[in-house]
C-alpha cells in the first residue's frame, strides 16, 4: 500500500493531519503544494499529484528562482491527496512536530505536454521530472533529478519567471524589492526573533556592523496601540517579570515593533545573566533592531536602512532603554572591550541584510569569547560525599528530533541553583532515559522528561560532542526544549555565501545517523555534496 509508510508513522488521534482513508479528497489531477515547514529544522515539503497519492520531497533551503541553480530535495513518505488543503500545528510528540502552513499551490504540467498519469508515473519513476509549475509563487519551469534513492536535485530553468528573491521573501516579493511595505496592517500578532549563526573566529570586513553579545533575554517589544506588549522567543510575557522595562515602552513616540535584549546589571554597572531574576537589580533593554515604524513594515529593507530609523525612533539618553553599541568601521575596539570586560562574544551583522523571522541566518554571526548555550536536562545524578539534592545534570541538544547527550555538568549548583532545579525535575521524573545514545552517567542517575532548559558556559565541545568544563548559570524558561540545538561555527566565507564547501576527507564516526527519518548517515551526506 502506498500510504503504509505515511500511516505507521502517524497517531491520528493525536495529530490533525488527515488520514489516508479521508476520502474527502480525490485524485483529479496535476496538482501540488509547497508547505513551509517549521519543524525541529525549517525547511519546505513539496508535494506532487501523481498517481493517486502525493509524491513528496523535504526541500531544506525551500526552491530556488536563479537559473540552474540545484537545491537538494529528500524524498520522503506518499502522503494522502487531502494533504493538498492541509496546515495547521502539528503537536510536540508528533512525527513532524511543528507549524506547517501552505506556502503556494497550483497545478503543474509536463513540459513535454503529455497529460497521463502513467506517462508522469514512468517518468517519476525512472528519476527525472521535467516539470512546469503554475502556482500563485512558484512559477515556471523545473528539474526533479534523482541521484540516489533518497536524494533528488530541485533545479530551475531559464525562463521568463527567474527571480534572486529567496523564498522566504516570495511573498513580500509581490511589492516591489528594496521597498518599505505600506502594508503595515497586516503585520503579525508575534514575531519570531532573527537568530544568528556561530562564527569561527573574529573577522574585519567593511560590509558588517559589529555589535556586543549581550548576555540577558531576548525580548520583542510591540507598542502599536494602547497596551504594548513584551514577550519572549517563545511568546512569554514579560511585562511582569520586568516591569520596568515594559513601563518604558510608553516613552517610544512612534508604534514600533522593536527586537533587543533585557539585561540585568551589578551594583557596577556590569552585565551579569545570574542577576536576571533578581527583581533588585537593574534592568536595562537593548534594542538592535526595529520591524516595524509608524505604520511600516521595514523587515526587507537593509539593515543599515533600519539602523538609521532605529536611531530616530528611540529617545536619547533614557534611563531603561538604550540602542545597541554598534561599531560600523571596525570592530577591533568592540573587540578588545568584550575581552577586557570578560563579555561574552560580539555579533557580526551584514550592513545589507534583510530581517528573516525565526530563521538562524548567516547575515548574523555571533562571535564568542566565553562559550555558553542553552541545553536540556534530561536526566541528574544523585549527590555524592558533601553535596546535596543534585550532583551533576545530564545535558543535551535536538538534532532531527532526537535528543543527543553532551554530558554531565555539577559546577555552578549552589544550594540556591539546585532547590530551584529540583522543583522543576521532581514532578518531571521518567522511567527511562531520553537521550538517543546509550548514556552511562557517572552516578547513580534520575531521568526526566526533556522539558526543562538551562543556561551553561564551557570551554570547549570536544569532538565527540561532550561539554569542556562546563557551569550551570541559571534556568532558561523563556526558550522551548524542542528548539535547543548544539550551535556550531561557520566561516566568514560561509557567511557570504560564497565560494565552495570543503569537506575535510578525515572525518569521525562515518555511519552516525543524521536524518533517522530518512535515514541517511554521515558519510552519505558527505557524498553527496562531494558530488554535486
Not at 554531565?408 to 545514545?437: I, M, Q, W
Request: one cysteine or more.
Amino acid at each position: 500500500m502506498a500510504l503504509e509508510e505515511y500511516n505507521r508513522k502517524r497517531n491520528f488521534t493525536n495529530t490533525p493531519e488527515p488520514s489516508s482513508s479521508d476520502a474527502s479528497e480525490k485524485n483529479s489531477g496535476f496538482r501540488f503544494v509547497l508547505q513551509r515547514h517549521e519543524a525541529r529544522n525549517l525547511h519546505y515539503d513539496l508535494r506532487l499529484e501523481i498517481n493517486g497519492t502525493l509524491k513528496s520531497w523535504a526541500v531544506p533551503k525551500g526552491p530556488s528562482l536563479i537559473a540552474g541553480e540545484q537545491r537538494l530535495a529528500v524524498h520522503t513518505e506518499d502522503h494522502p491527496i487531502a494533504y493538498l488543503q492541509f496546515s495547521g500545528e502539528i503537536p510536540k510528540g508528533n512525527y513532524g512536530a511543528g507549524n506547517m502552513q501552505i506556502w503556494d499551490s497550483g497545478t503543474f504540467a509536463l513540459r513535454n505536454k503529455e497529460t497521463s498519469q502513467e506517462y508522469i508515473n514512468k517518468q517519476y519513476t525512472a528519476g527525472k521530472l521535467k516539470i512546469t509549475f503554475d502556482g500563485e509563487l512558484l512559477k515556471g519551469a523545473f528539474s526533479l533529478v534523482k541521484t540516489d534513492e533518497k536524494h533528488w536535485l530541485l533545479i530551475k530553468s531559464k525562463d521568463q519567471f527567474v527571480s534572486k528573491l529567496p523564498v522566504e521573501e516570495w511573498h513580500a516579493g509581490k511589492m516591489s524589492e528594496g521597498t518599505i511595505s505600506e502594508n503595515g496592517n497586516d503585520f503579525p500578532d508575534y514575531i519570531q526573533p532573527m537568530l544568528a549563526k556561530l562564527h569561527s573566529g573574529f573577522f574585519e570586513d567593511d560590509d558588517w556592523f559589529y555589535e556586543l553579545k549581550y548576555d540577558g533575554f531576548r525580548a520583542i517589544a510591540d507598542t502599536r496601540d494602547s497596551h504594548s506588549r513584551l514577550y519572549s522567543r517563545n511568546k512569554q510575557d514579560f511585562s511582569k517579570n520586568f516591569p520596568e522595562v515594559f513601563q518604558a515602552l510608553q516613552d517610544i513616540p512612534f508604534p514600533a515593533v522593536l527586537d533587543g535584549e533585557i539585561v540585568a546589571l551589578d551594583s557596577q554597572g556590569s552585565i551579569r545573566f545570574h542577576l536576571m531574576k533578581d527583581p533588585k537589580a537593574t534592568k536595562l533593554y537593548y534594542i538592535f533592531d526595529v520591524l516595524y515604524l509608524n505604520g511600516f513594515d521595514v523587515r526587507s529593507l537593509p539593515l543599515e536602512e533600519r539602523r538609521a530609523f532605529l536611531l530616530q525612533a528611540i529617545p536619547e539618553k533614557h534611563a531603561v532603554i538604550k540602542i545597541s553599541d554598534f561599531k560600523e568601521v571596525s570592530g577591533t575596539a568592540l573587540f578588545e572591550r568584550v575581552k577586557q570586560q570578560n563579555l561574552e562574544g560580539i555579533i557580526a551583522k551584514k550592513k545589507s541584510g534583510s530581517y528573516v523571522d525565526g530563521k538562524r541566518s548567516a547575515k548574523w554571526l555571533k562571535i564568542k569569547l566565553i562559550n555558553q548555550q542553552a541545553f536540556v536536562v534530561g536526566g541528574y545524578t544523585l549527590p555524592q560525599g558533601g553535596r546535596t539534592g543534585i550532583g551533576a545534570l545530564l545535558l543535551g541538544t535536538y538534532k532531527e528530533e532526537q535528543l543527543h547527550f553532551h554530558g554531565h555538568c555539577g559546577s555552578g549548583l549552589g544550594e540556591e541553583a539546585v532547590n530551584s532545579l529540583l522543583k522543576v525535575l521532581k514532578p518531571l521524573a521518567s522511567p527511562e532515559s531520553p537521550f538517543f545514545e546509550a548514556v552511562k552517567p557517572n552516578h547513580t542517575v534520575k531521568w526526566v522528561s526533556p522539558k526543562l532548559v538551562v543556561q551553561v558556559k564551557f570551554s570547549e565541545i570536544t569532538p565527540s560532542g561532550a561539554l569542556r568544563h562546563p557551569v550551570f548559570l541559571d534556568i532558561r524558561d523563556d526558550k522551548n526544549p524542542d528548539e535547543i540545538a548544539l550551535l556550531l561555527p561557520v566561516t566568514h566565507k560561509a557567511a557570504e555565501a560564497k565560494g565552495a564547501m570543503k569537506i575535510h576527507p578525515s572525518i569521525t564516526n562515518p555511519n552516525k545517523i543524521y536524518f533517522p527519518d530518512i535515514p541517511l548517515k554521515k558519510h552519505e551526506l558527505i557524498d553527496y555534496y562531494q558530488s554535486v
